[in-house]
């Protein structure tokens, strides 16, 4: 927790609750931002104002926008954990790039975890959730300007515009999820549940998962939470991420291949499967024209 220096602790937020001060993070040379740590609704939570304003977005269109989110498969009791160490090495990977790109007004952050002092039930293998940030052109339909204080208290007005740009690349999330899991593992963090993900999930890792969870039609007409048997993307829509970069995320952190080795082995099977195809019609080839 070196670069927070626990300013985003989620122990310390639950004892703390009502006396959280925001926090202004220097990601680049340029650009500080604005990070909220808030207890509500039987979450810990994290966000940026933009990211708060992403999610108000999605509730004035039923909840229909594009949420996908990485979900982490923990016991209860090692939450304060895995979110201290999701938010951290977040942040790390930021800044680590931030420095090369083009950010104005604001960057999306958000993620939660269960309260565990007030939770009793909770969706097994989404104790915390990193949400992806998805451009969608909704998001600029009505754009919101609000006036929001810096460092020193002054009001700045500011108007939010969602960007395709803004996009984190797949490289991005691929050492993230890789500096995440492998420090789960460094500290032995107990799974949920054991040798799978949370039921209606797509599976990336030992502990990371994929779901998007926009809100699809029910019964009687209305939009509601996909239910589990809708699966990981009840509405279909565009995945951030391909296929294969979902098997490259996933031979990464379950088969610990290098970028390099994966698209080797890749190449190999396809090799393999040419040469099976190649095989086949040539003895059909044969065969006819005997």
């Given at each position: 927790?070196?670069?927070?220096?626990?300013?985003?602790?989620?122990?310390?937020?639950?004892?703390?609750?009502?006396?959280?001060?925001?926090?202004?993070?220097?990601?680049?040379?340029?650009?500080?931002?604005?990070?909220?740590?808030?207890?509500?609704?039987?979450?810990?939570?994290?966000?940026?104002?933009?990211?708060?304003?992403?999610?108000?977005?999605?509730?004035?269109?039923?909840?229909?926008?594009?949420?996908?989110?990485?979900?982490?498969?923990?016991?209860?009791?090692?939450?304060?954990?895995?979110?201290?160490?999701?938010?951290?090495?977040?942040?790390?990977?930021?800044?680590?790039?931030?420095?090369?790109?083009?950010?104005?007004?604001?960057?999306?952050?958000?993620?939660?975890?269960?309260?565990?002092?007030?939770?009793?039930?909770?969706?097994?293998?989404?104790?915390?959730?990193?949400?992806?940030?998805?451009?969608?052109?909704?998001?600029?339909?009505?754009?919101?300007?609000i006036d929001i204080d810096d460092e020193n208290?002054?009001?700045?007005?500011?108007?939010?515009?969602?960007?395709?740009?803004?996009?984190?690349?797949?490289?991005?999330?691929?050492?993230?999820l890789i500096d995440i899991e492998n420090q789960?593992?460094?500290?032995?963090?107990?799974?949920?549940?054991?040798?799978?993900?949370?039921?209606?999930?797509?599976?990336?890792?030992?502990?990371?998962?994929?779901?998007?969870?926009?809100?699809?039609?029910?019964?009687?007409?209305?939009?509601?939470?996909?239910?589990?048997?809708?699966?990981?993307?009840?509405?279909?829509?565009?995945?951030?991420?391909?296929?294969?970069?979902?098997?490259?995320?996933?031979?990464?952190?379950?088969?610990?291949?290098?970028?390099?080795?994966?698209?080797?082995?890749?190449?190999?099977?396809?090799?393999?499967?040419?040469?099976?195809?190649?095989?086949?019609?040539?003895?059909?080839?044969?065969?006819?024209?005997?």
């Amino acid at each position: 927790m070196n670069i927070l220096d626990n300013r985003f602790d989620y122990t310390y937020a639950i004892n703390h609750r009502l006396e959280i001060p925001n926090q202004f993070i220097q990601i680049n040379s340029k650009k500080k931002i604005r990070i909220e740590l808030l207890v509500t609704n039987g979450f810990v939570k994290i966000y940026t104002f933009k990211g708060r304003i992403y999610h108000i977005k999605q509730n004035i269109d039923n909840h229909t926008l594009p949420d996908w989110k990485f979900h982490f498969n923990v016991k209860p009791e090692e939450i304060p954990k895995a979110f201290n160490i999701v938010i951290d090495t977040l942040l790390k990977h930021i800044i680590k790039t931030a420095e090369n790109e083009d950010i104005l007004e604001d960057i999306f952050i958000s993620m939660k975890a269960y309260n565990i002092n007030l939770c009793k039930e909770m969706q097994e293998g989404r104790e915390v959730t990193l949400y992806i940030y998805t451009f969608d052109k909704r998001l600029n339909e009505e754009p919101v300007e609000i006036d929001i204080d810096d460092e020193n208290g002054n009001l700045n007005k500011i108007k939010y515009v969602f960007r395709k740009d803004e996009e984190k690349k797949i490289e991005f999330y691929y050492d993230l999820l890789i500096d995440i899991e492998n420090q789960f593992k460094k500290i032995k963090l107990k799974k949920r549940i054991e040798n799978s993900a949370a039921d209606g999930d797509l599976w990336l890792g030992e502990y990371a998962s994929l779901r998007n969870e926009a809100y699809c039609k029910g019964k009687n007409g209305g939009y509601i939470y996909p239910p589990n048997n809708r699966g990981w993307n009840s509405l279909k829509q565009k995945m951030p991420f391909n296929w294969i970069e979902i098997f490259k995320i996933r031979y990464a952190l379950v088969y610990k291949y290098e970028p390099k080795k994966f698209y080797l082995v890749f190449l190999i099977i396809i090799v393999f499967i040419i040469s099976i195809v190649y095989f086949i019609f040539n003895m059909f080839y044969k065969y006819y024209n005997h």
